[in-house]
Structures are given as structure tokens and as C-alpha cells.
């Protein structure tokens, strides 16, 4: 659907002869009167908790390996080493000479722990997991990651966009009043789904489509106003088949206007 102001002709006249035209600021509120409000995504803030969430656990699991896991891996480690070294140098001496009842007693208390690592022989802990497990889990994903997603989540909800049923727009307290709206920039909209609305005293206020539900027909209806022969008033482009209808009525308008003038 398009709002465009087409004149030039009576409003008996047949559609053909009207033209197109840009809308001023009083007929663009008195078409679009229906207000609109845009406010947060939820699925936004849907994947913003799901990923507040990921980073919470990552962080948990992280805390658990720095402070658990790898010290115990490190104990179990420690501990078989001890008694693999024991074991070895029991072994070494009972080639050559009789072990005594302590060193008997060693020998077989130093077996029995290699025996119980026999399913699973510990390995060193690698140099870069203590350092992964803090920095990228504990500091990355807790510390710095779930703070900033939840303090995206609030600024996200607090994000509220207005046009009213007379052109006025408003982006988070600040407002433009319908003929104070100089242009829109649109060089963004269709790739990166953000548009500019700029002010007549050089204000200036981004509307992003990704974050906000149904900002693309605040966008849409003001694009409209200002370039209708190349923006619909939800936001889409004007196809190549309207644009050139758009033409071929505005030349059919010129020839009625023409044949007129001349059989006068």
C-alpha cells in the first residue's frame, strides 16, 4: 500500500490523470493517522536471555575446572608420578640386592596406587588450560559477558519509538515534530536495516529495524512522504512495474493536459 498525494485533476477525474507528487508535512499526518509504536524485539531479548544464560553456565564450568578439576587432576598427577618413581627405584635395587620389610612394604603400597590409575594413567595438565578456563570462561564469558548481555537486555526494553497519529515521531525522549522532519537516509535500510531521520536543526535520530518491532512502517511512511515514487509505506521499495506505471500515468496526464490546452 502506498500513500502518495496526487493532484491535477478534480477528484472526479478518472485515477490516469492524477500525478504524484511529495505530501507536506499537514497532508502526510492527515493520511497517516494511524500511530504507530515500536518497541523491543522480543525475540531479541529472547536470544540476549539464552545467551546471558550460555555465558552463566560457561562461566560455572569454567569456575569448577579452575578450582576443582585441575587441582585434583594435579593431586592424582603428583601422587602417580611419587609412586611410579618409588616403584622404579624398588624395582632397580631388588635386581641387585634383597629389599628389606620396610622397603617391601613401600614396593607393595606404591603398586597398589599404580594399580588403581591402571583404567586411567594421569597426564600433566596442559599449560594453557588454567589460563582458558580464567580468561576466557571465568573473566570472558562471567565477569564481563553476562553483565554486559543483561545490561543489553535492559537497554533493549527501554528502547520505544513513536509516530503519532500527526506525524510526530519520538526515539527515546527525543522528539520531531512532523514539519520539523527534514529528510530520511535510507542509504542503510535495505542491507543493514537502519535509516536516519534528520531534523531541520540538524537533529538527528537512527532508527534500527533489527531491534525494534514494526519500525520498518514508521520508516516506511516517512520514506513515503518524502520519495513515494521510490518507497511504499511499509518500508519496501517501489517495484519496477509501479515505478513505471507511476510514469506512464504522470506522461498520460501531461498528453490530457496538453489535448485540453489546445481545443481551447
Known amino acids: 500500500m502506498r500513500f502518495v498525494v496526487r493532484t491535477g485533476a478534480p477528484i472526479s477525474a478518472p485515477l490516469e490523470h492524477w500525478i504524484p507528487r511529495r505530501a507536506t508535512p499537514m497532508e502526510f499526518a492527515r493520511i497517516q493517522c494511524m500511530a504507530v509504536v515500536a ?4 525475540k531479541r531479548i529472547l536470544w540476549l536471555g539464552a545467551y546471558a544464560l550460555l555465558s552463566s553456565v560457561l562461566a560455572v ?3 569448577y575446572d579452575y578450582w576443582v578439576r585441575i587441582p ?3 593431586r592424582q598427577y603428583a601422587e602417580f608420578t611419587q609412586q611410579k618413581e618409588t616403584l622404579d627405584r624398588l624395582e632397580a635395587k631388588a635386581a641387585t640386592t634383597s629389599l628389606s620389610e620396610d622397603e617391601k612394604r613401600t614396593y607393595s603400597d606404591a603398586n597398589g596406587v599404580l ?3 591402571k583404567d586411567s ?8 588450560d588454567r589460563p582458558l578456563q580464567l580468561w576466557v570462561y571465568i573473566v570472558g564469558c562471567g565477569v564481563l559477558g553476562v553483565p554486559w548481555l543483561l545490561f543489553g537486555i535492559v537497554k533493549l526494553r527501554r528502547q520505544r519509538l513513536e509516530l503519532d497519529n500527526e ?3 519520538t526515539l527515546n525522549g527525543q522528539s520531531l515534530k512532523c514539519d520539523q522532519i527534514q529528510s530520511i537516509d535510507m542509504a542503510r535500510w535495505m542491507s543493514k536495516s537502519t535509516a536516519t531521520v534528520r531534523g531541520t536543526n540538524g537533529e538527528s535520530l537512527k532508527i534500527d529495524d533489527y531491534l525494534l518491532q514494526d519500525a520498518h512502517l514508521i520508516v516506511g511512511r516517512i520514506a513515503n512522504r518524502f520519495s513515494p515514487e521510490l518507497w511504499n509505506a511499509d518500508g519496501t521499495k517501489v517495484k519496477a512495474s509501479e515505478e513505471a506505471e507511476s510514469a ?3 506522461t498520460a496526464s501531461e498528453a490530457s493536459d496538453a489535448a485540453a490546452r489546445d481545443s481551447h
Open 39 to 42: 518497541t523491543a524485539r522480543k
Open 61 to 63: 564450568w569454567g569456575a
Open 72 to 74: 585434583n587432576h594435579e
Open 115 to 117: 594399580q588403581s590409575f
Open 121 to 128: 594413567t594421569p597426564e600433566p595438565v596442559p599449560a594453557y
Open 167 to 169: 506525524g510526530n515521531i
Open 248 to 250: 506512464s500515468n504522470h
